[in-house]
């Protein structure tokens, strides 16, 4: 099929790109209007519904689930047209997709009691003794996770390293008729010869240190009316910037060499061979270890400016130190002319042609591990018929999620990398949100593809809901300095993915990807939309909340439930999640989050919800719903217990990813008991359950009722 054709539409009339999202819109209506039929829905021109899912890890997927059981209890959970998760949220979301897949609406609706394939107990029975997903299954434990980051990371480094050892090796050569200046050396050591890439680059220092000052008398120009107009002020002080950054860190690199004679310095000064050993090795030596501890004084002062600052000094020294120890492997050892390094070469460069570099990273153990936990396989006798084939969970494709059986229209979140992006807005942001689902995968930045032509429809969701929760990984908001950048993708401390842009049907490719990919993630460079080759990485780097997405889509009703670690109720997602959608949409977001940040001398919040409006661009309303993981009035027994126990529940640390049983049913708990109390049992619909809340806690006989519902729940 021509590229002509192919982008024209499928047997449906569904285009298979298009740059308009009221195309997407349009389609995805037509699978809603199929969804609520079979879901038993009476009203197919009933407002749209969307439920969104933090991200948070463990502890969001698991106080969703509790969120998710308390809908079905009260039957609202079919009236839910899309499902938005982001990260921790998109664990249960893709859970809940994965068996609603398999089990229609009008046939089981209590899928947490669903048995088991293997006999063992139901899907909650599974979900509970997984907690601890990253070291659970057969065979699994703390060294077979210990065991895939330093597998990833040695790896990483075997490619890598002859790569930069090589260049380090040409730049110290003696390639040009250029002599080093007599001058330009340590008291007492010999004069440098060779190294002639390290002298231009100590050269392009200079002119640029150069450069640097003249454009001061420049910038001093600009401020005259005479110039104002020609040269734009705006201009001149972002080469000034340049100018100066690559001036300084040029001259550094190119003084390497120099650095490098305190060895000979020492020796003449002191003829002590053990001194002028330890001036050697203290070249590299004092940058690790200063870089070491000016990152240990950042996290004590961890949030602040001075941390910020003393956390880059460090990463920025141990970068430092490592090329100055790689230096000295070249300069001072016969190692890069023995046999040893031209086989490893060769190695380094056959494994770079040949492997998947997504395969090699944390982003696959990460994956297996999801998919084994939260998509479980089940048994269903009385659904089993001879022409049924049972699924796959690895091989479960975003496609195969059909309206025919009654769920939501899933969303999966992540963001697509913008950190070199020519246009402004996307490179500050350092990304786009980019959103996987079972008709389209796509961002307003490249185009929307059908799922069914995107990577060949290849798509699963087991990957799709695993890149939403690549919350690891380099040149996001929280990791663009370069110096971090750098050291995590040496150490392979990445999870997210590389992959086909959607407006691209075929990728160029000249170097092996396990170079191309490495460096541009390195350095900052081709992590645009307009690149063939895309970096997506957590929902939440853009929009931890799934928020974004639904008011695109200009829902009706819509329920956020925020599980992030918000320990000082800062609510800093959902501020920056509305600011975004009103800087894009034009959408007016009115939330009056006081009843959240109200907290007594016992640490209990006043509500656990705020009720809010949505106005978009063309004046039509919305209402919003915001449901915060806090406690406030009356938790259940064994909630209160494990809070009392644990202080920082339920914010504990995201870097928890181990949950035992007691932790696990706690978050749950809350989740069911949270919004369990904010619908009584005879809440029919979500227009509904919206109402009752705007007149929540008016009275004591209301919190006698709310009360009633959380101890029948309970029992």
């Given at each position: 099929?021509?590229?002509?054709?192919?982008?024209?539409?499928?047997?449906?009339?569904?285009?298979?790109?298009?740059?308009?999202?009221?195309?997407?819109?349009?389609?995805?209506?037509?699978?809603?209007?199929?969804?609520?039929?079979?879901?038993?829905?009476?009203?197919?021109?009933?407002?749209?519904?969307?439920?969104?899912?933090?991200?948070?890890?463990?502890?969001?997927?698991?106080?969703?689930?509790?969120?998710?059981?308390?809908?079905?209890?009260?039957?609202?959970?079919?009236?839910?047209?899309?499902?938005?998760?982001?990260?921790?949220?998109?664990?249960?979301?893709?859970?809940?997709?994965?068996?609603?897949?398999?089990?229609?609406?009008?046939?089981?609706?209590?899928?947490?009691?669903?048995?088991?394939?293997?006999?063992?107990?139901?899907?909650?029975?599974?979900?509970?003794?997984?907690?601890?997903?990253?070291?659970?299954?057969?065979?699994?434990?703390?060294?077979?996770?210990?065991?895939?980051?330093?597998?990833?990371?040695?790896?990483?480094?075997?490619?890598?390293?002859?790569?930069?050892?090589?260049?380090?090796?040409?730049?110290?050569?003696?390639?040009?008729?250029?002599?080093?200046?007599?001058?330009?050396?340590?008291?007492?050591?010999?004069?440098?010869?060779?190294?002639?890439?390290?002298?231009?680059?100590?050269?392009?220092?200079?002119?640029?240190?150069?450069?640097?000052?003249?454009?001061?008398?420049?910038?001093?120009?600009?401020?005259?009316?005479?110039?104002?107009?020609?040269?734009?002020?705006?201009?001149?002080?972002?080469?000034?910037?340049?100018?100066?950054?690559?001036?300084?860190?040029?001259?550094?690199?190119?003084?390497?060499?120099?650095?490098?004679?305190?060895?000979?310095?020492?020796?003449?000064?002191?003829?002590?061979?053990?001194?002028?050993?330890?001036?050697?090795?203290?070249?590299?030596?004092?940058?690790?270890?200063?870089?070491?501890?000016?990152?240990?004084?950042?996290?004590?002062?961890?949030?602040?400016?001075?941390?910020?600052?003393?956390?880059?000094?460090?990463?920025?020294?141990?970068?430092?130190?490592?090329?100055?120890?790689?230096?000295?492997?070249?300069?001072?050892?016969?190692?890069?002319?023995?046999?040893?390094?031209?086989?490893?070469?060769?190695?380094?460069?056959?494994?770079?042609?040949?492997?998947?570099?997504?395969?090699?990273?944390?982003?696959?153990?990460?994956?297996?591990?999801?998919?084994?936990?939260?998509?479980?396989?089940?048994?269903?006798?009385?659904?089993?018929?001879?022409?049924?084939?049972?699924?796959?969970?690895?091989?479960?494709?975003?496609?195969?999620?059909?309206?025919?059986?009654?769920?939501?229209?899933?969303?999966?979140?992540?963001?697509?990398?913008?950190t070199s992006s020519k246009h402004e807005k996307l490179r500050t942001r350092n990304g786009a949100s980019l959103f996987l689902s079972p008709l389209y995968c796509g961002s307003t930045a490249t185009g929307y593809r059908h799922t069914s032509d995107y990577l060949e429809g290849r798509m699963t969701l087991s990957n799709a809901f695993s890149i939403s929760g690549a919350a690891i990984d380099p040149?996001?908001?929280?990791?663009?300095?370069?110096?971090?950048?750098?050291?995590?993708?040496?150490?392979?401390?990445?999870?997210?993915?590389?992959?086909?842009?959607?407006?691209?049907?075929?990728?160029?490719?000249?170097?092996?990807?396990?170079?191309?990919?490495?460096?541009?993630?390195?350095?900052?460079?081709?992590?645009?939309?307009?690149?063939?080759?895309?970096?997506?990485?957590?929902?939440?780097?853009?929009?931890?909340?799934?928020?974004?997405?639904?008011?695109?889509?200009?829902?009706?009703?819509?329920?956020?439930?925020?599980?992030?670690?918000?320990?000082?109720?800062?609510?800093?997602?959902?501020?920056?999640?509305?600011?975004?959608?009103?800087?894009?949409?034009?959408?007016?977001?009115?939330?009056?989050?006081?009843?959240?940040?109200?907290?007594?001398?016992?640490?209990?919040?006043?509500?656990?919800?705020?009720?809010?409006?949505?106005?978009y661009q063309d004046k039509t309303k919305a209402q919003l719903l915001y449901i915060k993981a806090v406690i406030s009035d009356y938790p259940s027994a064994n909630v209160y217990s494990y809070w009392r126990a644990n202080p920082s529940f339920p914010d504990q640390s995201t870097v928890d990813q181990f949950f035992d049983e007691m932790q696990f049913d706690s978050y749950r708990r809350l989740g069911?008991?949270?919004?369990?109390?904010?619908?009584?049992?005879?809440?029919?619909?979500?227009?509904?359950?919206?109402?009752?809340?705007?007149?929540?806690?008016?009275?004591?006989?209301?919190?006698?009722?709310l009360l009633t519902d959380i101890v029948k729940e309970t029992v």
């Amino acid at each position: 099929m021509s590229n002509a054709n192919r982008d024209q539409a499928t047997d449906h009339d569904e285009p298979l790109y298009t740059t308009n999202f009221e195309d997407v819109q349009k389609q995805e209506l037509k699978w809603i209007s199929k969804r609520r039929a079979a879901a038993g829905v009476d009203q197919p021109d009933a407002p749209l519904v969307g439920l969104g899912f933090s991200g948070g890890g463990i502890r969001s997927a698991t106080f969703n689930l509790g969120i998710l059981q308390a809908l079905s209890r009260r039957e609202l959970l079919t009236q839910v047209d899309y499902l938005s998760s982001v990260s921790g949220g998109g664990y249960i979301s893709s859970c809940y997709t994965w068996l609603r897949s398999q089990i229609p609406v009008s046939r089981h609706k209590d899928l947490g009691s669903t048995p088991l394939k293997n006999g063992h107990g139901n899907v909650l029975d599974w979900l509970r003794a997984h907690g601890s997903y990253l070291i659970n299954g057969t065979g699994y434990s703390g060294w077979t996770l210990g065991a895939a980051i330093l597998a990833g990371t040695l790896l990483n480094l075997f490619v890598l390293l002859p790569i930069i050892l090589g260049v380090l090796a040409v730049a110290s050569e003696d390639w040009i008729t250029m002599n080093w200046p007599l001058w330009l050396h340590l008291p007492g050591a010999h004069a440098i010869e060779g190294h002639d890439g390290f002298m231009l680059l100590l050269i392009a220092g200079q002119i640029g240190l150069i450069l640097f000052v003249l454009s001061l008398f420049l910038f001093a120009l600009t401020t005259t009316s005479q110039l104002r107009s020609m040269v734009p002020e705006n201009t001149v002080r972002i080469w000034m910037g340049r100018l100066l950054a690559s001036g300084v860190i040029a001259t550094a690199l190119g003084l390497l060499p120099v650095f490098t004679g305190a060895e000979e310095m020492v020796l003449h000064y002191f003829d002590h061979q053990g001194m002028a050993l330890i001036t050697k090795h203290s070249t590299y030596l004092i940058p690790l270890i200063s870089g070491l501890i000016s990152i240990r004084l950042a996290r004590k002062r961890a949030g602040s400016n001075t941390g910020n600052t003393l956390a880059v000094l460090g990463l920025s020294l141990l970068c430092y130190g490592m090329l100055t120890a790689l230096y000295h492997i070249c300069a001072n050892t016969e190692w890069m002319e023995s046999k040893a390094f031209f086989t490893w070469f060769s190695l380094s460069i056959i494994l770079a042609l040949i492997c998947n570099i997504n395969g090699l990273s944390l982003h696959s153990y990460y994956r297996g591990r999801l998919t084994d936990a939260y998509m479980p396989e089940i048994s269903v006798p009385e659904m089993s018929s001879p022409e049924t084939s049972t699924p796959i969970p690895a091989k479960f494709l975003l496609t195969d999620i059909r309206p025919e059986n009654g769920g939501p229209l899933h969303i999966v979140n992540t963001t697509l990398n913008t950190t070199s992006s020519k246009h402004e807005k996307l490179r500050t942001r350092n990304g786009a949100s980019l959103f996987l689902s079972p008709l389209y995968c796509g961002s307003t930045a490249t185009g929307y593809r059908h799922t069914s032509d995107y990577l060949e429809g290849r798509m699963t969701l087991s990957n799709a809901f695993s890149i939403s929760g690549a919350a690891i990984d380099p040149n996001t908001y929280v990791t663009n300095s370069r110096a971090i950048s750098i050291l995590m993708v040496l150490i392979n401390a990445r999870l997210g993915f590389w992959t086909r842009n959607p407006k691209a049907l075929q990728q160029r490719r000249w170097l092996p990807e396990w170079y191309r990919f490495m460096f541009r993630e390195m350095l900052g460079i081709g992590l645009s939309e307009t690149e063939a080759d895309i970096h997506l990485s957590d929902g939440g780097h853009f929009d931890n909340l799934g928020l974004y997405e639904l008011i695109r889509r200009r829902c009706q009703y819509i329920i956020i439930s925020d599980a992030s670690a918000d320990p000082d109720t800062t609510l800093s997602d959902l501020g920056r999640t509305i600011q975004r959608v009103q800087a894009d949409f034009g959408a007016d977001v009115k939330l009056d989050i006081r009843p959240i940040t109200e907290v007594d001398d016992k640490g209990r919040h006043k509500k656990p919800f705020a009720l809010g409006e949505v106005t978009y661009q063309d004046k039509t309303k919305a209402q919003l719903l915001y449901i915060k993981a806090v406690i406030s009035d009356y938790p259940s027994a064994n909630v209160y217990s494990y809070w009392r126990a644990n202080p920082s529940f339920p914010d504990q640390s995201t870097v928890d990813q181990f949950f035992d049983e007691m932790q696990f049913d706690s978050y749950r708990r809350l989740g069911l008991d949270i919004l369990t109390s904010l619908t009584p049992s005879d809440t029919h619909s979500i227009a509904e359950l919206f109402s009752h809340l705007s007149g929540y806690g008016q009275n004591e006989e209301h919190k006698e009722d709310l009360l009633t519902d959380i101890v029948k729940e309970t029992v």
